[in-house]
């Protein structure tokens, strides 16, 4: 049976045309990498690798972005935190792994963030889960038997800057390479955190309706701190 995908291309590929277009693009977040929120102790080492949400886009600062958010929401408890943001606008799995692994710094926690350009892509399950799983055997090469959280691919089925039917089948293009990625939480330390699609409010979109605002980040970091907090209380406990 031919696929919906193909029965629809042409729609399809007049849709991302006019969607690459017509919406705005964002610069990263300014300002530095790497920053310290002031705590208690030598601090937690956190690095995120990751696509654009890494790199900040629609957040003016990386303290407002994924990276500086979660390190506030992790030094809560007291404890000072030193963050390390290693995004690139457009990267896929492969591409961090290649261009931005060999910059990472010394860490006790790593979250990685991706996905979005692997489904633009096309890229398959099976392909997306070897990129991940290579991405994950190399920084422990580099850094140590590191804990690693696996940040949901966003589901693309709500970002509002997508027309249907888009949107319907890039969503369900995400959802199977977050299956897939969710799989590697089979290997010790590793952790896969879902994005409920129920967090997607269009309200916490940056301007061009793609990529997160402030709001989205916060709330983002918020739900992967809980899993982070657990990993690093077992670290030191341990």
């Not at 633009?120 to 990129?131: F, K, P, V």
């Not at 991940?132 to 970002?159: K, N, S, W």
Request: aromatic content about 4%; proline content about 8%; overall charge positive.
């Amino acid at each position: 049976m031919i696929s919906r995908a193909v029965v629809l291309a042409p729609i399809l590929l007049a849709q991302a045309v006019r969607v690459r277009r017509t919406t705005p693009r964002l610069p990263g977040a300014a300002g530095p990498v790497t920053g310290l929120v002031v705590g208690d102790g030598d601090p937690v080492r956190l690095a995120v690798l990751g696509e654009s949400t890494v790199d900040g886009v629609g957040a003016a600062t990386h303290a407002e972005a994924l990276t500086g958010r979660l390190a506030e929401e992790l030094a809560r408890d007291g404890r000072a935190v030193a963050w390390q943001a290693l995004g690139r606008t457009g990267a896929n799995a492969r591409v961090v792994r290649e261009d931005l692994l060999p910059l990472l710094e010394p860490a006790d926690l790593v979250v990685i963030a991706l996905g979005v350009n692997d489904t633009i892509e096309l890229h398959s399950a099976t392909r997306y889960r070897r990129d991940l799983l290579d991405l994950i055997v190399e920084l422990r090469r580099r850094v140590g038997r590191v804990p690693v959280v696996l940040a949901g691919v966003p589901p693309m089925g709500r970002f509002p800057s997508l027309p249907r039917p888009l949107r319907d089948v890039l969503g369900a293009r995400s959802a199977v390479l977050d299956a897939a990625a969710a799989r590697l939480a089979l290997l010790p330390g590793v952790v896969h955190v879902p994005m409920p699609a129920a967090m997607l409010d269009p309200a916490t979109f940056a301007e061009d309706r793609f990529h997160p605002g402030p709001e989205g980040y916060r709330r983002w970091a918020g739900q992967l701190a809980d899993v982070s907090r657990r990993l690093l209380s077992d670290t030191f406990s341990g």
